[in-house]
């Protein structure tokens, strides 16, 4: 069949027509050409895509020839599809149970495969970079690293200070049972500079730079800037993902240190009103009670943190889709994500710092 004149709305009753005539002719093999067609539009191609759907439902088939570039790209764009696929039926309470628990562990699979290679690209990407050290953008993370670690010091300082006092307290009082209030100082000194600085500042980090990262890309994303730069022929992760990483990772050891300081002196003001103790006795036992391998070990631990809070948070970003809805969605898993990561982290670190009795 050869088809000709406007396919378009103002036609509606003759499109329609026509469209009749050839489903009329009942199953068969069609060839339509649509090479004489003046003009197509949504109407047009709709009622011709229903027409081939109702063709090869009858048992025959229908295709298309001399179908300019713009008329076979409308054609797909409005193509009939099937009748949607029905609903799954709903299981009991135990096999719906394991059903949601086998997807929740293929999901983790999936996003543990999609991190690790997320992760070879980004050493892939540093390696370009220290290949091509004039393609370095120092600025960049310079600014990010006044973004994370200047404008985050206040709010470290003030809840290391609060948390030191607090473990503080509690430890007194409960040492005081037995007479060893003195030994509160081992207590802060051991806890603030192994585990719990570092794990405090990582779980700040995460949710405040982790979060805003994943907000940036993420709205990067939604406005198709991600995909102008690729467009322009740069590399999105040498330019987006590359300088957040690596100020993460310069950021959070000083964070680190600064929360582990703050910590120590909310813990060295709270044993001077609650332990009767002075600042020479809390100084003199803090240097007795703890080495610089005790910070050391808190300051290994903070870029491994970084790495795996930027990677997640990058990885979430790059997953928005074009709905505000989306962006919510994966700046929550990236928070989420990356606080149950670091803590996992943090526990393996610790066994393995034991077993080498470090």
Known sequence: MRLGGRWTADQAPAVEAAAARIVAGGPARLVIDLGDIERLDTLGAWVLERTRAEVEAAGGSLA?????????????????????????????????????????????????????????EVVAACGRVALRPRSF????????????????????????????????????????????????????????????????????VAGRSGSAITAEIGSMRMREEVDALR????????????????????????????????????????????????????????????????????????????????????????AVEGSAESLGRRVTASVVKSIFMVIVLDGLFAVFFAAIDF
């Open 231 to 318: 467009v322009m022929g740069l590399d999105a992760t040498e330019i987006l993902i590359v300088p957040r990483i690596l100020a993460l990772m310069i950021s959070l050891p000083m964070l680190t240190l600064i929360g582990d300081l703050a910590a120590l002196a909310g813990g060295g003001l709270t044993a001077m009103v609650y332990g009767g103790l002075t600042v020479d006795q809390f100084l003199a036992r803090l240097q007795a009670a703890v080495g610089v391998h005790h910070v050391t070990v808190g300051l290994i631990k903070a870029p491994f943190m970084a790495l795996t809070i930027g990677l997640i948070a990058t990885i979430e970003g790059f």
């Open 137 to 204: 953008r120092g600025t960049a993370v310079v600014n990010q690293v006044q973004q994370m670690a200047l404008n985050g010091a206040p709010i470290i300082i003030l809840i290391s200070f609060l948390v030191g006092g607090i473990v503080a307290q509690q430890g007194i009082f409960q040492l005081q049972r037995f007479g060893a209030q003195t030994f509160v100082v081992n207590l802060i000194g051991l806890l603030i500079l192994r585990e719990l600085g570092v794990l405090l500042t990582a779980i700040m």
């Open 64 to 120: 298309y020839l001399r179908a300019r570039p713009e008329h076979r790209t409308l054609l797909g764009e409005v193509v009939i599809r099937g009748e949607p696929p029905a609903p799954p039926k709903r299981l009991g309470f135990a096999l719906g149970f394991l059903d949601g628990l086998g997807r929740q562990v293929a999901r983790g699979g999936q996003e543990f495969a999609t991190g690790v290679a997320f992760l070879g």
